[in-house]
């Protein structure tokens, strides 16, 4: 499985933005499609966002995130972005990114607290 590392969460109050990345040194990066999924404090992880392999041509949205929430990916750079507008309190968590559907293998992920 390719070995994604995500960084970029912080604190920011509602109506914030963050944008994280996900990045790996593996050349399969290219060929993969790429997953965001979060978990916030006694719940379960969560499917955010998709993207594809070729990018834009395939992208799909967690219905909560929609309109808020935009993946995007750079090959070059073998990373995927996810920019989160508006955050709302709701949208804390720890956000992980992985192959879509997800592999058994999770990294530890970047914590994002959205609060006043």
């Known amino acids: 499985q390719v070995q994604l590392v995500e960084s970029g969460g912080g604190l920011v109050q509602p109506g914030g933005s963050l944008r994280l990345s996900c990045s790996t040194s593996d050349s399969l990066f290219r060929v993969i499609r790429v997953g965001w999924y979060r978990q916030a404090p006694g719940k379960q992880r969560e499917f955010v966002a998709a993207i594809s392999s070729g990018g834009s041509t395939s992208i799909s949205y967690e219905e909560s995130v929609k309109g808020r929430f935009t993946i995007s990916r750079d090959n070059v750079k073998q990373a995927v972005y996810l920019q989160m507008d508006n955050l709302k309190p709701e949208d804390t968590a720890v956000y992980y990114c992985?192959?879509?559907?997800?592999?058994?293998?999770w990294g530890q992920g970047t914590q994002v607290t959205v609060s006043s």
């Open positions: 992985n192959i879509h559907p997800p592999g058994p293998n």
